[in-house]
Structures are given as C-alpha cells and as structure tokens.
C-alpha cells in the first residue's frame, strides 16, 4: 500500500513546479482613462488607438459623449470588443460635468481624463505611473503641438521647437499661472476630496480650477510625459484670446479660493494604506 504519510505527502508537494513570483501582483494602482468628446468623430477613432495602444494598459476606459449628433458612437463601437465602456448622454451637460459622468462608472484609483482631439504617445500612461510614485496627488504633462496649419503656425510664433514644457511644481507659481493640463494623472481619492470638475463663474480653464484646489492639499509634480495636443480653431485656448485674460483668471481664483475648510479636510486626514508620509 502507497505510505499516506503527511511528511510523504509535504514531500510530493515539494516537487511540484513553484507559481510564478509575479502571480497576481500588480506595481501600481489599477487605473481609469476617461475619454469625453462632442461631435469629434474625425479624431475619436486616433485618441482611442492611443489610449488603447498604451505599452502600460489601463484597467477602465470609458468614453462619454456629450449628447452629440455626430458618427462618435459608431467609432466608439469598434472598440468595445478591446473593453471600452461608451455612453452618449441625453442631453449636453458641459466638458466638466461630462467628466464626472464618466467618474461615477469607474472604479479605478488613478484617473486620467483625455479629450477626444488630443493623442497619447505609446508610453504616456506608463511614465505617467512612474512619476505620480507614493507621494504625488496629481502630475502634468508637457505638449507637443500639432493640428490645424493655421493655428499651428501661430502657436510655433511662440513654441518654435513645437512644444511646451511647463515649469516646476511650485504652489504660488500655479495660482499665478495655468500649467497644469486637463490630460494630468490624479489620484481619485484626492479628486473627490477636492469635489471633482465642476463648472465655474469664467466658464473656461476648468483645469486649472481643479488644480488649485488639488494644490491646496497636497502635493504635485512635472511629468516627464509629453501629451500630443491638437491645435484648432475650436480650442478653449484660442477662444480666450478674444477675452480678457486677466478678469478670466481672477474669477478662476477666487472660485477655487471659495472651496471650504471642511472640503478640503474631508477624507483627506485619513491614512492612506500604502501610501508614504508627506514631507510638504
């Protein structure tokens, strides 16, 4: 008779092959790509390639049409089969409130918000990852131009090498200037703490409006990323130049000044597992 002996049966198993060490791991918190766009059929199709050809791939990506009347969701569909999750609202809500739409069908720990025009090079998400590390709430990318010849001409009067790189991370440099862009990779607790996107008096730089707020709790970086950014006649940027700057940015201010003490306190001042001790 076979000897069913447990020091037998511990030795039978001590033969058997070791599970690979990798085995379910992960180095990074999982993450949600959040697409928005309205009547852009003729660059969806590219943005989502990008995002979907990442050598880091995302956990989620969910695009959110705002209410448009355009092809965008048949585009949408021949990426379903590669996990896109697409909804086109009933009616048209607004870039910020549109993002948040998207928000509320993920789960993921790090968000990233795309607009349908712009493009994400193959390793935008990982270095992204990388540069985001333990301690950062939030980083921003650089911009590499392209687009319409026209706009792009005139944006290279003022970007010859077709590109822009922001400056360092320094809170009071933020408040002075917008340069931390919509494509920035954030933390989602941090996001929610803040109240998300959310209109605001100028009804433009939405994403700077939320980097204040995010600023005013914590800590952000410069990624090494270089967002692919497409320059039309239809970018918020170029309809501001017909404004007045100066007024727009003071009303982008006080809005994100007007945030509460309990806002900024909530949820903030728990202990985050995994995460380490901020130095600032």
């Not at 990624?223 to 100066?246: F, I």
């Not at 994100?256 to 901020?278: E, F, H, N, Q």
Request: charged content about 25%; hydrophobic content about 40%; overall charge neutral.
């Amino acid at each position: 008779p076979l000897d069913q002996s447990p020091q037998k049966s511990l030795n039978a198993e001590a033969l058997l092959p070791a599970p690979p060490a990798t085995l379910h791991l992960r180095s990074h918190d999982s993450i949600a790509v959040i697409v928005i766009g309205r009547n852009d059929e003729q660059n969806l199709a590219e943005c989502l390639d990008s995002v979907f050809d990442q050598t880091l791939q995302p956990d989620e990506v969910v695009y959110i049409d705002d209410a448009g009347e355009d092809g965008s969701m048949e585009v949408a569909a021949r990426y379903v089969h590669r996990g896109l999750i697409a909804n086109r609202l009933p009616q048209n809500l607004g870039m910020s409130a549109a993002r948040m739409e998207g928000v509320k069908i993920t789960t993921g720990a790090l968000l990233l918000f795309v607009d349908s025009d712009n493009v994400l090079p193959p390793n935008y998400l990982a270095t992204m990852v990388e540069d985001i590390g333990l301690k950062h709430d939030f980083v921003y990318p650089g911009k590499e131009f392209f687009g319409e010849e026209a706009v792009l001409k005139e944006r290279l009067r003022f970007f010859p090498e077709g590109r822009w790189t922001p400056p360092s991370p320094d809170r009071a440099s933020l408040w002075q200037t917008n340069y931390a862009d919509t494509c920035s990779l954030m933390r989602r607790d941090a996001f929610l703490a803040v109240a998300g996107w959310r209109s605001n008096p100028a009804d433009t730089m939405f994403d700077w409006d939320l980097a204040l707020r995010l600023s005013r709790n914590g800590s952000h970086a410069r990624s090494r990323a270089m967002l692919k950014y497409r320059v039309h006649g239809n970018n918020w940027s170029e309809r501001e130049r017909s404004q007045d700057r100066r007024s727009l940015n003071g009303l982008v201010r006080r809005h994100a000044a007007s945030i509460t003490v309990a806002t900024i306190g909530s949820g903030r001042r728990l202990r985050r597992i995994g995460r380490s001790p901020r130095s600032d």
